[in-house]
Nanobody, 125 residues
Framework: QVQLVESGGGLVQAGGSLRLSCAAS????????MGWFRQAPGKEREFVAA????????YYTDSVKGRFTISRDNSKNTVYLQMNSLKPEDTAVYYC??????????????????WGQGTLVTVSS
């Protein structure tokens, strides 16, 4: 099991930016597809972005396209989520997730089996 530790959340005004990081343990990080999900209070966990093992393919939910960028540095065992032009509706706990299986990164939480602890992002208006 890969261990994931997230950081970078905080309070930001609408229109601002944050970069989330998720550091993974072990030496097999490059074998995992990685995803970012978010969950607001009382809401379902929502897919945000995913990136393939080698970082060549990325996927985004429509609401963040053009604003968020997922990336990874396999030499540092880290996946990032750069969030620009933040909106109040982006407020949520953001989780990173990892899965070793599959040919493409999945986009549902049920398909991931390793999760970080979450980091809170609050966007004020």
């Amino acid at each position: 099991q890969v261990q994931l530790v997230e950081s970078g959340g905080g309070l930001v005004q609408a229109g601002g930016s944050l970069r989330l990081s998720c550091a993974a343990s072990g030496r097999t990080f490059r074998n995992y597809h990685m995803g970012w999900f978010r969950q607001a209070p009382g809401k379902e966990r929502e897919f945000v972005a995913a990136i393939s093992r080698g970082g060549f393919n990325t996927y985004y939910t429509d609401s963040v396209k053009g604003r968020f960028t997922i990336s990874r540095d396999n030499s540092k065992n880290t996946v990032y989520l750069q969030m620009n032009s933040l909106k109040p509706e982006d407020t949520a706990v953001y989780y990173c997730a990892a899965v070793e299986y599959g040919m493409v990164p999945p986009t549902t939480s049920q398909q991931y089996d390793n999760w970080g602890q979450g980091t809170l992002v609050t966007v004020s208006s």
